[in-house]
């Protein structure tokens, strides 16, 4: 599905990810956790081919194809797709329309009729910036979804409303979950477990719940010399 | 014609043709400079073509004008008389348009509006204009008291020149909302819209969205005059989808009263990268998202009853 073969990327000329490793398979559900600022949003735009991250080493392979070089657009008509931590608001654009121009899908859903006649993320509520984004990722009927902070600022029922919503209509898509307060885990259990600080990938592992343990405990600084550094078995 | 044959009033260069209506009284201008004394007093001057309209009571389905010119070197002025009478609700779609492209027309059209106590008005104007025309259009809105405007003016092909020049003076709990609409291509805008709050608790609301396309330059003035304790806001946008577009908002407050409130907000500026690379995240072309932007900047298109049919606004213009 997705491999992330030994990239870096700078922005603005500044390194921000050094020489990422990261495959994920069909069906996958991997979470990226880290601090603020550890460059998981950055993994984020560059993998989805935002122009201001310039890839200055390795690849990322989708499919089999190389598309590095990629337009956004082009990426996603391959199947991937983003949620954002922070999508911008856009005046005058109603989320009927968009949808409109971009579903590959039908979505019955009775809570996007109040959002549909309304400007995209103008005025809207936390959880309904996050939901309007699912609901926007959902109709492209992608295979492969990124969910970039998805859990921030939204309430403990609705992650669960939006998490039961990923597991219904996006079930068995390959997933990166994008996370620095890793509260989603218990509701998405990942299959892999990633820690990303200072740009690079200090660890994974299958057991999510052990490095979340540890994260909560010793915070992310242990993360670089845990016996479970890199340990995927 | 083929499109306006179920307007009200039609003029084609200088030829006029009138459907009449019940409870309202549709002329001429000049006929009605002749048969009704009482409107010299409305007309700026002697009309030598135009038309007149006075709705004496509440119709349930648009009035339409259409103002055309179809011939080379064609020279209009009409001048327009509208009165709604009192607790009167009316519906007018006003077109003014050049059929064909390189027509080299001129269009000074006048028109004033009477809205009298308690009355409602809804009125579109579109306006569709060749790049050779030059059009100057002059409005002005009497709002008496407790009348309600809602006017919305569209233009989406400017001429080589557009002046415009809205004034609209409200009585006491009066209140209008303006929404302009403009996209320059090729062409030079100029608007001039003043609200003036002659009355206590009148309210205006003016809002401007321009689109500054290839080789054009908008100025747009926009001003509300607070003579009395009435509220007021302004909003004024501008888009520039081309290098080679200018546009200056130009946002003017004038209180002069202590218990008046007005407001207002502008801006002026490119498609922002952010909101262009969203869009392409959701699959669109830089160009498809370009057109759904602008097209949600210019608004929902207003759809038209014509004998009890819907059709799309596109259609008159």
């Known amino acids: 599905m997705l491999k992330i073969d030994n990239m870096s990327v700078k922005v603005n000329g500044k390194n921000i990810l050094k020489k990422i490793n990261l495959e994920i398979n069909n069906g996958e559900i991997h979470a990226l956790l880290g601090p603020n600022a550890s460059g998981k949003s950055s993994l984020v735009y560059t993998t989805m081919g935002f122009p201001d991250y310039n890839v200055t080493g390795g690849k990322i392979i989708f499919n089999g194809k190389d598309i590095t070089d990629l337009q956004i657009e082009e990426r996603v008509k391959l199947g991937m797709a983003s949620v954002f931590q922070h999508p911008p608001s856009i005046k005058g654009l109603k989320l009927s329309k968009l949808l409109e121009k971009i579903s590959k899908k039908n979505i019955e859903l009775k809570e996007l009729n109040n959002l549909l006649e309304r400007e995209i993320n103008v005025g809207f509520s936390g959880g309904e910036r996050k939901f309007s984004e699912i609901v926007q990722v959902i109709s492209l009927d992608p295979s492969f979804v990124i969910f970039d902070e998805l859990d921030a600022g939204l309430d403990v029922e609705n992650l669960e409303r939006l998490t039961s919503l990923i597991k219904s209509e996006l079930d068995n898509k390959s997933i990166l979950l994008i996370t620095h307060r890793g509260r989603i885990l218990k509701f998405l259990k990942p299959d892999i477990v990633h820690v990303m600080i200072d740009g690079k990938i200090v660890c994974s592992s299958k057991d999510w719940k052990r490095i979340w343990k540890t994260i909560e405990v010793y915070g992310y600084e242990k993360c670089k010399e845990c016996e479970l550094r890199s340990n995927r078995s | 014609m083929k499109n306006v044959k179920n307007a009200n009033y039609v003029q084609i260069d200088h030829e006029i043709q009138i459907s009449g209506e019940k409870d309202v009284i549709i002329l001429s201008s000049p006929e009605a400079y002749k048969r009704f004394r009482w409107s010299r007093e409305y007309f700026k001057k002697k009309p030598e073509e135009g038309y007149f309209i006075w709705v004496k009571n509440s119709i349930n ?82 709002l008496k008291k407790g009348a309600e405007l809602s006017h919305n003016y569209k233009c989406l092909e400017v001429p080589m020149k557009l002046k415009m020049e809205n004034n609209t003076y409200l009585e006491e709990s009066s209140s209008v909302n303006f929404v302009i609409t403009v996209w320059a291509k090729d062409g030079e805008v100029e608007m001039h819209d003043s609200i003036f709050l002659n009355g206590r608790e009148s309210n205006g609301i003016s809002r401007v969205r321009m689109i500054g396309d290839k080789k054009s330059r908008i100025n747009a003035y926009s001003k509300i005059i607070a003579n009395d304790a009435g509220t007021g806001h302004l909003d004024c946008m501008g888009l520039l989808i081309s290098e080679s577009s200018s546009i200056n908002a130009i946002p003017e407050l004038v209180n002069r009263n202590k218990d008046a409130s007005l407001t207002h907000e502008a801006s002026v500026g490119k498609i922002s990268e952010e909101i262009l690379n969203y869009l392409r995240s959701r699959g669109l072309t830089e160009d498809q998202a370009i057109d759904l932007i602008v097209s949600g900047f210019l608004g929902e298109e207003e759809p038209i009853a014509v004998e009890g049919s819907i059709v799309s606004s596109k259609l008159y213009m």
């Open chain 2, 61 to 142: 389905h648009p009035l339409i004008t259409c103002i055309s010119i179809s011939s080379k070197n064609i020279s209009q002025n009409p001048i327009n008389l509208v009165i709604i009478e009192k607790d009167v609700k009316a519906e007018i779609y006003s077109i003014c348009n050049a059929v064909k492209k390189n027509l080299c027309g001129n269009h000074v059209g006048y028109s004033k509006v009477i809205a009298k106590e308690n009355s409602r008005l809804e009125m579109r104007h579109f306006h569709r204009w060749g790049k050779e025309d030059t059009v100057n259009s002059n409005l002005e809105f009497f």
